[in-house]
């Protein structure tokens, strides 16, 4: 059990380019999250997976979020025509079946994206 | 939806000192409350979580009161060590939230040597 592995873990870019981020949950891990931190606050929820099905989605994610997990294990996040405002630390979680009352999230040290 | 407040957002102590954060939440419904500690430069872990059938829950230096009525929960933290100093979140959660946890907006402890 290697965690929960997300890259890159820093990108620069600039305004307009689109950009991905890649979640790798632990194994048998049936439920992914996906989690929005910026400077001096907590995780904002922006979505989350139950295996390949995506069950939930905050009003903060825009149309130019888009979130997959095709086959029930890895995740992507892609963002396109990036702002300044998109500017944030994104945290990957996973954990067992059931809300996170039953069981731990474990997090990711997550994906920081600067946008120029 | 909930709404979390966490007191303090900033708090220093002397090594050996003991920090208390409290996190007051609006659903009354909330029937799980963990707290997470975030350190720098990685994600945020679970140290400890308590729920409503119960009034405190102790972990070796750590523990968690429940305060139901009033709609608080407070993390202890004794005889605190360097290692301590990390960014504290609370995450109040009931069923009806679907599957996300709701944090704070935390409380950066650091313990001075």
């Known amino acids: 059990d290697t965690g929960v592995s997300q890259d890159p873990r820093h990108k620069i870019t600039k305004r307009g380019q689109n950009v991905t981020f890649r979640c790798d949950p632990i194994?048998?891990?049936?439920?992914l999250y996906w989690y929005r931190q910026t400077l001096g606050q907590g995780p904002e929820f922006l979505t989350y997976?139950?295996?390949?099905?995506?069950?939930?989605k905050s009003r903060l994610l825009s149309d130019r979020f888009s979130a997959e997990r095709p086959k029930g294990s890895f995740s992507t996040l892609e963002i396109q025509r990036t702002e300044q405002g998109d500017s944030a630390m994104y945290l990957c979680?996973?954990?067992?079946?059931?809300?996170?009352?039953?069981?731990?999230?474990?997090f990711g040290e997550g994906s920081r994206l600067t946008v120029l | 939806g909930e709404n979390v407040e966490q007191h303090p957002s900033t708090l220093s102590v002397q090594e050996g000192d003991s920090a208390v954060i409290k996190c007051t939440y609006s659903?009354?419904?909330?029937?799980?409350f963990p707290w997470y500690k975030q350190e720098l430069g990685k994600g945020p872990q679970l140290i400890i979580d308590?729920?409503?059938?119960?009034g405190e829950k102790k972990d070796q230096r750590i523990a968690v009161t429940l305060n139901k009525t009033a709609k608080h929960f407070s993390l202890h933290i004794t005889e605190t060590q360097p290692e301590d100093s990390a960014v504290y979140f609370c995450?109040?959660?009931?069923?009806?939230?679907?599957?996300?946890?709701?944090f704070g907006q935390g409380t950066e402890l650091s313990v001075k040597p």
């Open positions: 979680a996973s954990s067992k079946d059931g809300g996170p009352d039953t069981g731990e999230l474990f």
């Open positions: 194994s048998e891990h049936n439920r």
């Open positions: 997976f139950q295996n390949e099905a995506q069950l939930e």
């Open positions: 659903d009354s419904a909330s029937n799980y």
């Open positions: 308590i729920r409503s059938n119960v």
């Open positions: 995450a109040p959660y009931h069923y009806n939230q679907g599957g996300k946890l709701i």
